[in-house]
């Protein structure tokens, strides 16, 4: 695998995930507002949306972390 695209594809899952959140976060407020679903119901889809969410952004960030320890490791042993 190519390291630049571990880092390219961690990237895009962070900001995917963020993009989403903003999106389940908006359906929420949506949700609260007059003549918006006042219903439980209501909130249940966007609020595991936001925890789905949540974990995508941590799974990208753990490549990214892992990826940032890899180019570090080359770097050590190449000097």
């Not at 929420?28 to 995508?56: C, H, N, Y």
């Amino acid at each position: 695998m190519k390291l630049d695209g571990a880092y390219s594809q961690a990237l895009s899952g962070i900001q995917r995930g963020l993009v989403s959140a903003r999106e389940h976060a908006a359906e929420i407020v949506d949700a609260g507002r007059p003549g918006g679903d006042k219903s439980t119901a209501g909130l249940i889809e966007p609020m595991v949306g936001l925890k789905l969410d949540r974990l995508q952004v941590q799974a990208s960030s753990a490549v990214l972390r892992a990826y940032d320890e890899m180019i570090g490791t080359l770097f050590d042993k190449k000097v």
